[in-house]
């Protein structure tokens, strides 16, 4: 399974666009590419998921690259509520067992 | 509340004693999952079934660990003997598969504390 790289922390302000990204060099043609949140205490979220150029739900954007080593989690206008961890994954689809989580990245919204 | 749930969430226990855990998926799920997780880090998987079949389990997963899901429903966790190591988050997820990814819903986890 691919290795992902992500930074281990963001601060950010509350209103503003955050954009995180995420490297995977050896990401393979059947992965996807797939972003989970995680709260204090809590497991973590799926937020969202994609294979290739933009993907859009109600709280983020996923933009991937033609090359698809790498990829970008957009949080539009974040609240302190984002504070969090938020983790990159990549992985074959259904037929995975399992999820690999990295470090994550410790997202920081200050007022 | 159909979501996934785990019992107890937290627990404190004495070095060498046994303790189980318990994980209740959301109903129409057939894979559940194990993992853990210690501070500062990433869920680590440890197993997996898929209905009632073990069908993967991580290297992690030393003999004194043990997990069932009896008739594809609810799973246990148990630990054997348990050291201090062992401290960490225990996470339960369940997904349904459908062809396409199989998106993850987790449970709030079981907090381990071995003293």
């Known amino acids: 399974l691919a290795k992902t790289t992500q930074p281990i922390s963001m601060d950010s302000y509350e209103g503003q666009e955050v954009n995180i990204t995420c490297s995977h060099n050896n990401i393979a043609t059947n992965d996807y590419i797939t972003w989970y949140q995680q709260f204090p205490s809590q497991g973590p979220r799926f937020i969202i998921q994609g294979y290739k150029t933009k993907v859009t739900n109600e709280v983020a954007s996923l933009f991937i690259p033609a090359d698809r080593k790498s990829s970008t989690l957009s949080l539009p206008r974040v609240s302190l509520s984002d504070t969090a961890v938020y983790y990159c994954l990549v992985g074959d689809g259904g037929s995975q067992g399992n999820l690999i989580f990295g470090k994550g990245t410790k997202l920081s919204v200050k007022p | 509340d159909t979501g996934v749930s785990q019992n107890p969430r937290h627990k404190i226990t004495k070095r060498g004693q046994n303790v189980t855990f318990r994980c209740d998926p959301i109903s129409e799920h057939n894979r559940l999952y194990w993992y853990r997780q210690t501070l500062g880090q990433g869920p680590e998987f440890l197993t997996y079934?898929?209905?009632?079949?073990?069908?993967?389990k991580s290297r992690l997963l030393s003999d004194r660990f043990s997990a069932e899901r009896p008739k594809g429903s609810f799973s246990t966790l148990e630990i054997q003997r348990t050291e201090q190591g062992d401290s960490a988050m225990y996470l339960c997820?369940?997904?349904?598969?459908?062809?396409?990814?199989?998106?993850?819903?987790f449970g709030p986890g079981t907090r381990l504390t071995v003293l």
């Open positions: 079934f898929q209905n009632e079949a073990q069908l993967e």
């Open positions: 997820a369940s997904s349904q598969t459908d062809g396409s990814y199989n998106e993850q819903f």
